[in-house]
């Protein structure tokens, strides 16, 4: 079983609706969560970055984190034709060497004008 | 405010062959991370530079060395190329070093393609 798991999608909206994405994990040791948005053939983007539980929103993104039931969420309002893209979760763990993220496998997101 | 760049785009190699891949973090970042993203699946961390020495490793062979030169950039290395290694190469640089925060920026990424 992976560490972190995401629907790979595709995920296919019309514009304007509402995109909801999310990631399960099983390290409680996870302390900082991530949403990345990646376009084809690309670098990842970062787009939203949490600390432990709770909401955090930054224009038509909001990220939630619920470490009780490791699960953690990204919402797109007014989603547009140009956040097509597959998004990617990340987790680290407080502290430790590497800082390294583990990433989900990242859900494809289509959203049809 | 210059962000992540790699260097070269993409590449083609052999079976066998050996590679260097670069990375320029972004200013102000002393710390260098490298992973390896498959078609369609999610970026595998390779390993961590930090202050020029190696602060972590995911479960890569030892033929994936990397370096951090003074100015904080960095060099992945691959030797006795496979074609399981074929795969898009992110360098990401973050702002701390050893500390737990997270946010690692990444740059465009080199597309190696091994035959």
């Known amino acids: 079983q992976k560490e972190v798991e995401q629907d790979p999608g595709p995920l296919s909206v019309p514009e304007g609706a509402i995109v909801s994405l999310n990631c399960t994990y099983s390290?409680?040791?996870?302390?900082?969560f991530m949403w990345y948005r990646q376009y084809s053939r690309k670098g990842p983007e970062l787009l939203m970055y949490t600390y432990s539980s709770g909401n955090k929103e930054d224009g038509r993104f909001t990220a939630q984190v619920d470490k009780s039931s490791k699960y953690i969420s990204l919402f797109i309002r007014d989603s547009q034709p140009s956040d097509s893209a597959t998004y990617l979760c990340a987790m680290n763990k407080a502290g430790g060497a590497g800082n390294k993220l583990t990433f989900g496998g990242g859900t494809r997101v289509l959203v049809k004008p | 405010e210059t962000g992540v760049t790699q260097s070269p785009t993409h590449l083609i190699k052999t079976r066998g062959q050996q590679v260097t891949l670069r990375c320029s973090s972004q200013?102000?970042?002393?710390?260098v991370s490298w992973y390896q993203q498959a078609l369609g699946q999610g970026p595998q961390f390779i390993f961590q530079y930090y202050r020029e020495e190696e602060n972590g490793r995911g479960n890569f062979p030892p033929r994936f060395s990397g370096l951090q030169f003074p100015n904080y950039s960095s060099e992945l290395n691959v030797n006795a190329l496979e074609l399981d290694d074929s795969a898009l190469y992110l360098c990401?640089?973050?702002?701390?070093?050893?500390?737990?925060?997270?946010?690692?920026?990444f740059g465009p990424g080199t597309r190696l393609t091994v035959t």
């Open positions: 390290n409680s040791a996870f302390q900082y």
């Open positions: 990401a640089s973050s702002p701390r070093g050893t500390s737990g925060s997270g946010e690692q920026y």
């Open positions: 200013s102000g970042h002393n710390t």
